[in-house]
């Protein structure tokens, strides 16, 4: 896996993702990623994600990015979103473990949080865990190629 700083990152959100979506944006600024690019949406007025997920995910799954972050306030929306798209792995994740896994055993190339279930600190911990975490292959693959 390449380190987090060459990374291309895309990353959507709605209105109740939309702050922790700023931060996450900051934080992954702060880590010199070279490449961050926001789908959206911009503000925390009331919107549809299915607006912001779909042009991220087509995005991701035609290799424009390498890894995506998708956030709303259960995460769920957002995430049923980006999955209903082939190429695409959106795992949904609360914690550290979980994001791990996520990686490890899905290769998942979507990181979908849930804003209003998480703190800033745990959401920073999680990106980390997830542009760090190779998939480990094996065994998983096969069950990722019936994905």
Known sequence: MKPIHEQRIAICNDHAGYE?????????????VSTIHDFGCFSSDSCDYPDFAHPMATAVENGDFDFGISICGSGNGISMAVNKHKGIRAG???????????????????LSLPARFISEKEAFEMVDIFFTTDFEGGRHQTRVDKI
Not at 20 to 32: D, I, R
Not at 92 to 110: F, G, K, M, P, S
């Open 92 to 110: 949904l994740c609360w914690n550290a473990e979980i994001v791990a896994l996520t990686r490890q055993h899905n290769d998942a190339n979507v």
């Open 20 to 32: 922790l979506k700023t931060k996450v944006v900051a934080y992954l600024q702060s880590q010199q």
